[in-house]
Structure formats: structure tokens, C-alpha cells
């Protein structure tokens, strides 16, 4: 089992920045890719960026066409934490962000095997 929860949403003008943080605990951190995700109301859940742990300290990351260059996604092994740095935020961007874990990095979100419980974003024009 692993549990994860998330912290660092809140109310941000356009243009803002905020940055999300997610705790991981239970079953060794490291061996899980992680993934961060969003659901506006009436949407379906949608792919943001994921990470996994490459050669050494690098690490992978992928990401979503509709935040690349704008959210970063990264990962503290020694705080078993995952974060995404979001930059250059639009109202477009209001919604529930999640964290998961899964066995492999991927962009589908039924390849998640643990989710957080949300936190939500709101940004105002």
C-alpha cells in the first residue's frame, strides 16, 4: 500500500504561480513512478507530467502538451515526496490536481494504482 496526499493548492491570480506538493508513505517510494493529474467539474481526469527514477540520481519526466514549459514536475527520494511546480497559470488551469503512484510511467490514468485525495486550484482572471 501507499499513501499519498496532497498540500499547495489554493486561490491564484493569472499569470501565478503555485507549487504542489505530495507526500508518499507506505511501500518503498522509489520503486513507484509518479504521476500528477487534474479534474475540472464535468471534465474526465487528465494527464499532466509524470516521473520516474533513471540511472543514478537523474530522473525521468514526461509531460502533457498543454503544460510543457509551464509546470515542472520533481521528486525527493529522502522525503518520499513529489512535486509540481506550476508557473504561468490560467484559468484554464482551475481544477482538483491528484497525485498517484504507479508501477510504470504512463499517461493513462488507469495505470495508477494509488491516488491522493486532491487539492484543489483555482486561478482567477
Known amino acids: 500500500q501507499v499513501q499519498l496526499v496532497e498540500s499547495g493548492g489554493g486561490l491564484v491570480q493569472a499569470g501565478g504561480s503555485l507549487r504542489l506538493s505530495c507526500a508518499a508513505s507506505?511501500?518503498?517510494?522509489?520503486?513507484?513512478?509518479m504521476g500528477w493529474f487534474r479534474q475540472a467539474p464535468g471534465k474526465e481526469r487528465e494527464f499532466l507530467a509524470t516521473t520516474t527514477w533513471s540511472y543514478g540520481s537523474t530522473y525521468y519526466a514526461d509531460y502533457a502538451d498543454s503544460v510543457k514549459g509551464r509546470f515542472t514536475i520533481s521528486r525527493d527520494s529522502a522525503k518520499n515526496a513529489v512535486y509540481l511546480q506550476m508557473n504561468s497559470l490560467k484559468p484554464e488551469d482551475t481544477a482538483t490536481y491528484y497525485c498517484?503512484?504507479?508501477?510504470?510511467?504512463?499517461?493513462?490514468?488507469?495505470?495508477?494504482?494509488?491516488w491522493g485525495q486532491g487539492t484543489q486550484v483555482t486561478v482567477s482572471s
Open positions: 498517484a503512484a504507479a508501477p510504470h510511467g504512463s499517461h493513462d490514468y488507469g495505470s495508477y494504482d494509488y
Open positions: 507506505g511501500r518503498t517510494f522509489s520503486s513507484y513512478a
